[in-house]
């Protein structure tokens, strides 16, 4: 099946709950081929729980998730990456052990096709294969600007700068969606420009649609397209930034009345 009338992803009434309490109550959102949505809501409102059950983390015990067409609610995690969603996360998971070039290439495992016995011996089909991934690791470090970092070990790197190779990890799956789970968290003006800027060309010059977790506010009303607001597990309003932005729902959700 593919995708109608440009949606990429459909969330239909999707209900979670842990034990008794409901985390996400009949949530309907659609992304479409083109644009950056955005998801906000005050602190426990379910957005992560949201992009958890999308990428298969979390089983909605109710609706369906559609992802160009085809059912994927209760696929496996790793199925969902095959089919192209790609994921980043709140708390940074990266090898930080290891370089930004390995960590690039690590991501590349679902497009590897020799085996661990050709890979080993390092040469003809292996090797073809390898340096075609590192064009790829290649590309996104120089569009993401991280050279003069690509072989220094994660865990020494500043905090965002570990976001932004989290992002290249993300794009280096080739997905055909990304969810980002608060992608500028924690940091510093300058760090949420260039964020920014790289969240707009994704979907500028790779033409991959984002889902998009934020609290800061401003960053939001700049890059979404548009913009859904989730309050204790339920939509409360859905439109373009300027809307969001005015509406007496969504500023009573985050200050109260």
């Not at 109608?4 to 239909?12: S, T």
Request: aromatic share 6%.
């Amino acid at each position: 099946m593919t995708e109608q009338n440009g949606v990429k992803l459909k969330v239909q009434g999707i209900s979670l709950y842990f034990g008794k309490l409901r985390a996400l109550g009949g949530v309907d959102i659609e992304v479409r081929g083109s644009e950056i949505l955005a998801i906000i809501g005050p602190n426990g409102a379910g957005k992560s729980c949201l992009l958890n059950c999308i990428n298969g983390f979390y089983r909605p015990q109710e609706g369906e998730i559609l992802f160009e067409g085809r059912n994927i609610t209760h696929l496996a995690t790793h199925k969902i990456a095959e089919m192209g969603v790609s994921r980043t996360f709140q708390n940074i998971e990266l090898y930080t052990g290891l370089s930004v070039l390995d960590n690039l290439m690590a991501a590349r495992h679902l497009h590897m096709k020799q085996g661990a016995l050709a890979g080993a011996f390092y040469f003809g089909p292996a090797y073809r294969e390898e340096m075609k991934h590192r064009e790829v690791v290649e590309d996104i470090i120089d569009f993401l600007e991280m050279e003069a970092i690509r072989k220094k070990v994660v865990g020494l790197l500043p905090y965002g700068m570990r976001k932004r190779v989290e992002l290249g990890r993300a794009l280096a799956l080739e997905p055909k969606i990304l969810l980002l789970d608060e992608p500028m968290a924690g940091m510093n003006i300058d760090e949420k420009e260039d964020m920014a800027r790289f969240i707009i060309d994704t979907i500028e010059l790779r033409r991959i649609p984002i889902m998009l977790v934020e609290h800061d506010m401003e960053v939001v009303v700049d890059i979404a397209d548009r913009i859904v607001v989730l309050d204790f597990g339920n939509k409360i309003a859905e439109g373009i930034p300027s809307e969001i932005y005015a509406s007496p729902t969504v500023i009573k959700a985050y200050i109260g009345e």
